[in-house]
């Protein structure tokens, strides 16, 4: 049997030396610890203060900062010389007004306007006469039956609806003649031979369609006007439309035929323009030179000493400033 032998017990030395070991590897493998967020000291707090350098102050410095930039933007007037859709538009719509007046005026488009109203009161007229005669042939044929005493239905009576178109028809060929001579420029003068003769062939016929259409009417015993107003409406009405149309004629042909233009209208328009802005650009030299306005006046000051349109004041401003030749 084997006696354990003690271990010697460590010395001093020993224990200090272990103890370092263990000190050296916690600190080498401690896990690191956050940061902890100390408050500044004192004096930079202090600092600080002094300087105002808070949210508010910052704010105000940028509201500062963007009102000078807003106001050195503002005194550029280009924004404003700037033309908007609804001043193009107006533009454009005056500028084919102008175009459209100035034709308008032309002796070609005059005569052509005037041959189409010509044209279309005659047709007017003409169309008024047809009708009312039309009508009237319902007194006529009644005239007619009662005064050959025909029986209803029978040839005779259908054949009295005939008698007015033998009287209608030569007084429309009359006027259709005049219309057409109307149309054509060349009226027919009533107080010529040839007009005097028209005149008294439709008196005639004019005359004995409304006594055919007012006779029925016509009682010696018992008169009523109704039916006499009645009767006479077509043959008035023919009387009327025949009547009227050389008046209408002679109004239209002594209608002044208009200025004579030369050249295209635009062409004429843009001579006027270029007139106006030399007189607008020889009295700006003049105020220039008389110092009533700088050497190089804006857009806005040219305008309200010229009176005149902001485009035309943009290209002098140009000029002055050599940017249009």
Known sequence: MTTAIPAPEPSPDDVAR???????????????????????????AEAVEEEGETRRVRELRARVAEAHRLVALQADEAPLLVDTSKVRKRRARVAEAARLYELAQDPDALAWSDARVRRTTTVMAMSAAVIALGVSSIGVQASVVKGLDLDGGSIGWWAA?????????????????????????????????????????????????????????????GFDLLPLIVHALGPLGAVTAIWLLPTLWKILSVLPAGRATAGATGRKYSGNASTA?????????????????????????????????????????????????
């Not at 103890?19 to 500044?40: K, M, N, S």
């Open 18 to 44: 272990g103890l370092a070991e263990i000190e050296r590897y916690t600190a080498a493998h401690a896990p690191a610890l956050p940061a902890v967020l100390t408050p500044a000291p004192l004096a930079e």
């Open 161 to 221: 609806y005939g008698v007015e178109p033998i009287l209608s028809l030569p007084l429309l060929a009359a006027v259709a003649v005049q219309a057409y001579a109307a149309m054509r420029g060349r009226p027919i003068d009533r107080t010529s031979p040839e007009g005097h003769k028209l005149f008294k062939a439709e008196a005639l016929l004019l005359g004995l369609t409304l006594v055919l259409n007012c006779w029925p009417a016509l009682r010696w015993s």
């Open 277 to 325: 802005e030399d007189e607008h650009r020889a009295r700006l030299h003049a105020l220039i030179a008389s110092e009533a306005l700088p050497a190089a006046p804006s857009a806005t000051a040219i305008r309200r000493a010229l009176g005149c349109g902001t485009e035309t004041a943009t290209r002098l401003r140009d000029e002055l400033s050599g940017g249009a030749g």
